[in-house]
Structures are given as C-alpha cells and as structure tokens.
T-cell receptor, first 114, second 114 residues
Framework: GENVEQHPSTLSVQEGDSAVIKCTYSDSASNYFPWYKQELGKRPQLIIDIRSNVGEKKDQRIAVTLNKTAKHFSLHITETQPEDSAVYFCAANGYGGSQGNLIFGKGTKLSVKP | DAGVIQSPRHEVTEMGQEVTLRCKPISGHDYLFWYRQTMMRGLELLIYFNNNVPIDDSGMPEDRFSAKMPNASFSTLKIQPSEPRDSAVYFC????????????FGSGTRLTVV
C-alpha cells in the first residue's frame, strides 16, 4: 500500500523567509496530493492540492510542486508570516484496495518567528 | 453548509466506561472517515465508509472499538470499555469521491480517559 514520508518534522524560520516541506510517496499509481494546515487545537484544513497531470500549482504565497518520476512533492511558503505557524500535513491517495483513502505524512511543525 | 459536525467536543470518562462519538458528514458526501490523532502517532485512520458501507477497518486498534453508519447523515464510533491509552483527539472527515478529492474534517472530539 501507499506510504508517505514527510520532512522535516520541525521547521523554524524568520518572518519573511521562505519555508519548504518535502514529502515522498511510494505508490506510482497515486494521482492526488493535498496539503493540510492544522493550527493548534483546530481541525486540519485543506490549503492546496495538486493532481499528477500538473507539475506546479500556486495560490498567493503558497505553491506545491510535484515530481512524478522521483515520487516526491513539496510545499513552498514564501514571505512567511507568524500566522503561518501551524502543523502541515501532506497526503497522497491510496490505490487498489485503499483507493478511497488518503495516506497522511507525520506532519511538520512550522514556527515563524517575528 | 455547516460542515462536518462532531459531538461532543470534549469527553472525560473513567476507565472501563463506554464512550460514543458522533459525526454528521456534509450532505451529499459519499465517504466518511474516522481518524485518531496523538502526538506520538500523528493522524491514524481507524475506519472509513463509502455509501454507508465499511470499506477498510484495518486501523481499528482492537475489538473494543466499533463504528457504524446507519444512514448517510450519521456515524458513531464507540469504545467499550475505554482505557487511558485511548485518550486522543478523534476526527471525523467526509469527502465527495474519496481519496482522489479533498477531505473536510470536523472539529474533533478530545477524549480523556482517566
């Protein structure tokens, strides 16, 4: 089945700097890769996603890139702000018997220092 | 739409007691997921349903856990008997189309077993 690994587990940046979080997946049949942001004490919320027919997608200060050959995808946050501080999760859809499911990475705790 | 609704938001119970968590998915969504979140293990999938039918319950820790979805608008997760190691935040999520599409998470139930 699908396995998703996420790095780093913690990331600290200064306000205004960029942050990059990387994930790898194992199942070449996966074709949907969302990213979720979870603020302290709140629910995970979808912030951006990408499908396998696209290499990059942007939404204001956040972008996601996908390398299908290498089976990895990354979240890029530019001009970070204190409100970007949260735990970020990547995910990939399962296939075969678990095609109805998303497999999540372990999360990255991002701290943006003012 | 009110989103995915979970109840209760917080539950404190004594070891050995039965606990029932409730979830109302977004109307029209055909997939429902139960996750458990802890610091040590991150987001763990417990079980998911498609059109009210359980598809994969391999994440249910043991026989003390059971889940039902009697209709398209309601699901329960029951723990009987509860143990201190069950203390966690339990999230319900729903999706239209399953793993190939984004999930919407509920606010979660924070369970404490003392």
């Amino acid at each position: 089945g699908e396995n998703v690994e996420q790095h780093p587990s913690t990331l600290s940046v200064q306000e205004g700097d960029s942050a990059v979080i990387k994930c790898t997946y194992s199942d070449s049949a996966s074709n949907y890769f969302p990213w979720y942001k979870q603020e302290l004490g709140k629910r995970p919320q979808l912030i951006i996603d990408i499908r396998s027919n696209v290499g990059e997608k942007k939404d204001q200060r956040i972008a996601v890139t996908l390398n299908k050959t290498a089976k990895h995808f990354s979240l890029h946050i530019t001009e970070t702000q204190p409100e970007d501080s949260a735990v970020y999760f990547c995910a990939a859809n399962g296939y075969g018997g678990s095609q109805g499911n998303l497999i999540f990475g372990k999360g990255t705790k991002l701290s943006v220092k003012p | 739409d009110a989103g995915v609704i979970q109840s209760p938001r917080h539950e404190v119970t004594e070891m050995g007691q039965e606990v029932t968590l409730r979830c109302k998915p977004i109307s029209g969504h055909d997939y429902l997921f139960w996750y458990r979140q802890t610091m040590m293990r991150g987001l763990e999938l417990l079980i998911y349903f498609n059109n009210n039918v359980p598809i994969d319950d391999s994440g249910m820790p043991e026989d003390r856990f059971s889940a039902k979805m009697p209709n398209a608008s309601f699901s329960t997760l029951k723990i009987q008997p509860s143990e201190p190691r069950d203390s966690a935040v339990y999230f319900c999520a729903s999706s239209l189309g399953g793993g190939g599409y984004g999930y919407t998470f509920g606010s979660g139930t924070r369970l404490t077993v003392v």
